[in-house]
């Protein structure tokens, strides 16, 4: 069996410079197969726990009731959203949303729907 000699430094430089770029393309391609970075997929969930926080209070939810309902929702992005709605259903004179929905998600008894509902004929509510 006959030995193959050492590579020469040259080759060694060379060999590196394409195991770098290939690995670089390989990286880069990481975005195409629909990986994301841990900082985007954080910034997403904060969002959307800031978004459940003004949506809670925008339904005329406490917020203790909020983080009941939403037990996996980071407690300090459901009070920010929940203090900026809140800030800014005050400057506007938003009126409160009732939800039509309990926490589990059925609509609520037929008689308490009935009771709900505003006749035609009553006046109409501040700015509207």
């Known amino acids: ?38 900082s985007k997929v954080a910034e997403r969930k904060a969002a959307a726990d800031k978004a459940i926080g003004a949506a809670c209070r ?16 980071d407690k300090g992005a459901v009070f920010a959203g929940w203090r900026e709605m809140n800030d800014y259903m005050r400057e506007n004179d938003i009126e409160v949303v009732m939800p039509r929905l309990t926490a589990a998600g059925a609509a609520p ?15 109409a509510r501040k700015g509207s």
């Open 1 to 38: 069996m006959s030995r193959l000699p050492p590579p020469s430094p040259c080759t060694r430089q060379r060999l590196r410079g394409v195991v770098v770029a290939a690995s670089a393309l390989l990286l880069a391609g990481c975005d195409l197969l629909g990986i994301e970075p841990a």
């Open 58 to 73: 925008h339904a005329g939810r406490a917020i203790e009731d909020c983080y009941a309902l939403n037990k996996r929702a």
């Open 109 to 123: 008894p037929a008689e308490d729907a009935a009771d709900a509902a505003e006749p035609d004929d009553a006046p």
